[in-house]
């Protein structure tokens, strides 16, 4: 089956940036859907940044003006370039799909392991 593997979380100051990554391998037909989804400590899972396999982005609030997300379909990737972090964006992501493993396959969401993204005032 196809998995996703996220990258680039890591401990910054208030202010920094971060680029997470986030690749999709193994049988994989279609994917429609690609984004982000963050946890923080004691919240529930939030949207942060969804794009379409068309480029049609869905954003967050929260983050618009400070994250970007893109992909490269072609290597069935996700980023998320996220500027002038902030405490409260303290989280670990997810990314998430929305794929089909075949032609003959019904889509489906796929879930990353999730990366740690810290950010210190």
């Known amino acids: 089956q196809a998995q996703l593997v996220e990258s680039g979380g890591g401990l910054v100051q208030a202010g920094g940036s971060l680029r997470l990554s986030c690749s999709a391998s193994g049988i994989i037909f279609n994917i429609n859907d690609m984004g982000w989804y963050r946890q923080a400590p004691g919240k529930q899972r939030e949207l942060v940044a969804v794009?379409?396999?068309?480029?049609?982005?869905t954003q967050a609030d929260s983050v618009k003006g400070r994250f970007t997300i893109s992909r490269d379909n072609a290597k069935n990737t996700v980023y998320l370039q996220m500027n002038s972090l902030q405490p409260e964006d303290t989280a670990v992501y997810y990314c998430?799909?929305?794929?089909?493993?075949?032609?003959?396959?019904?889509?489906?969401?796929?879930w990353g392991q999730g990366t740690q993204v810290t950010v210190s005032s």
């Open positions: 998430n799909a929305d794929l089909r493993s075949s032609r003959w396959a019904r889509s489906s969401e796929y």
């Open positions: 794009i379409s396999r068309g480029g049609t982005i």
